[in-house]
């Protein structure tokens, strides 16, 4: 299986997730569509592009569910997830709530595995990311022009192994 | 409310031992409708014995053996039979393990050829 991450504590129960739901592959990433993991058998993703659409994705279908519930102030929270059903393949997208902050999960799965499946074994990696997260969050500064291409190499290269 | 699934559930739930008895889809592994003791996890109940019976029908089709008409899991607290309804739909029942299994099998077996 790839692993590759920038955030260490993350590893050990994204791995746990994909192993349990049998998933072609996962990815977890900022609401801004930063990458912050990938585990999973597909090495054939972009995975810079599969995340800022998926934060995207997110984005909209959070706010037209906040839109279709019609109360403002629940700001869509029961419009979670997202599942979109392929003839091959599946995705899977819903927020995951820790105490660094908030991250979307995006999963990719066949038929080796069912959404009920996902669903229950993403409920546990909730709990288990929960845990896991640092008491406190490293704060995130806007990403300015002079930093971002630091930062941007910097996550590369954790991502890539070239850390 | 009720719902086409509603009366079968009810008779499987009323057999002694029984402690939940749901209607699943087998590609989603997700409840369609369900009938559950108090504390049983119909999501968890569900996607597990979706995966199960989804793989024991591939298993025993590669080894042609035919269509999978019944399947029982015998656990330490409890027990899981599964049959299929056919359009994607199987039927769950979970119970203890002193529950008369020849009595669940009987029933489920009905309840299958209901549906069909």
Same mark, same amino acid.
């Given at each position: 299986?790839?692993?590759?991450? +920038?955030?260490?504590?993350?590893?050990?129960?994204? *791995?746990?997730?994909?192993?349990?739901? /049998?998933? /072609?592959?996962?990815?977890?990433?900022?609401?801004?569509?930063?990458?912050?993991?990938?585990?999973?058998?597909?090495?054939? !993703?972009? +995975?810079?592009?599969?995340?800022?659409?998926?934060?995207?994705?997110?984005?909209? %279908?959070?706010?037209?569910?906040?839109?279709?519930?019609?109360?403002?102030?629940?700001?869509? *929270?029961?419009?979670?997830?997202?599942?979109?059903?392929?003839?091959? +393949?599946?995705?899977?997208?819903?927020?995951?709530?820790?105490?660094?902050? %908030?991250?979307?999960?995006?999963?990719?799965?066949?038929?080796?595995?069912?959404?009920?499946?996902?669903?229950?074994?993403?409920?546990?990696?909730?709990?288990?990311?929960?845990?896991?997260?640092?008491?406190?969050? !490293?704060?995130?500064?806007?990403?300015?022009?002079?930093?971002?291409?630091?930062?941007?190499?910097?996550?590369?290269?954790?991502?890539?192994?070239?850390? | 409310? #009720? #719902?086409?699934? &509603? @009366? #079968?559930? $009810? &008779?499987?739930?009323?057999?002694?031992?029984?402690?939940?008895?749901?209607?699943?889809? $087998?590609?989603?592994?997700?409840?369609?409708?369900?009938?559950?003791?108090?504390?049983? $996890?119909?999501?968890? =109940?569900?996607?597990?014995?979706?995966?199960?019976?989804?793989? @024991?029908?591939?298993?025993?089709?590669?080894?042609?053996?035919?269509?999978?008409?019944?399947?029982?899991?015998?656990?330490?607290?409890?027990? =899981?039979?599964?049959?299929?309804?056919?359009?994607?739909?199987?039927? =769950?029942? =979970?119970?203890?393990? &002193?529950?008369?299994?020849?009595?669940?099998?009987?029933?489920?077996?009905?309840? #299958?050829?209901?549906?069909?």
């Amino acid at each position: 299986m790839i692993i590759a991450t +920038v955030e260490p504590w993350v590893e050990p129960p994204l *791995k746990q997730y994909v192993d349990d739901a /049998r998933a /072609r592959m996962a990815l977890l990433l900022h609401p801004s569509g930063q990458v912050v993991a990938q585990a999973g058998f597909s090495r054939a !993703v972009d +995975v810079m592009t599969a995340c800022a659409l998926a934060a995207a994705v997110h984005a909209t %279908s959070r706010e037209l569910g906040r839109q279709l519930e019609g109360d403002t102030t629940r700001r869509g *929270k029961s419009f979670d997830g997202l599942h979109h059903g392929g003839e091959q +393949v599946q995705l899977h997208l819903a927020p995951v709530e820790t105490r660094g902050g %908030s991250y979307i999960c995006l999963t990719v799965f066949d038929a080796e595995s069912s959404l009920g499946l996902v669903r229950m074994y993403f409920a546990d990696l909730c709990a288990a990311l929960a845990a896991a997260a640092p008491r406190f969050a !490293v704060k995130r500064t806007p990403a300015l022009a002079a930093d971002f291409e630091h930062d941007l190499n910097r996550n590369l290269a954790g991502l890539f192994g070239r850390s | 409310m #009720t #719902t086409p699934f &509603s @009366a #079968t559930l $009810e &008779s499987l739930i009323r057999l002694r031992g029984v402690r939940a008895s749901l209607i699943v889809s $087998e590609r989603d592994g997700l409840v369609v409708d369900e009938n559950l003791r108090y504390g049983q $996890e119909g999501e968890r =109940v569900a996607a597990l014995a979706a995966s199960i019976y989804r793989k @024991a029908r591939l298993s025993a089709a590669s080894a042609r053996f035919g269509s999978v008409s019944f399947l029982q899991l015998d656990g330490e607290n409890g027990r =899981v039979c599964i049959a299929g309804a056919g359009n994607d739909l199987v039927i =769950v029942v =979970v119970a203890d393990q &002193s529950a008369n299994v020849g009595l669940i099998r009987v029933d489920l077996l009905k309840a #299958t050829q209901a549906f069909q």
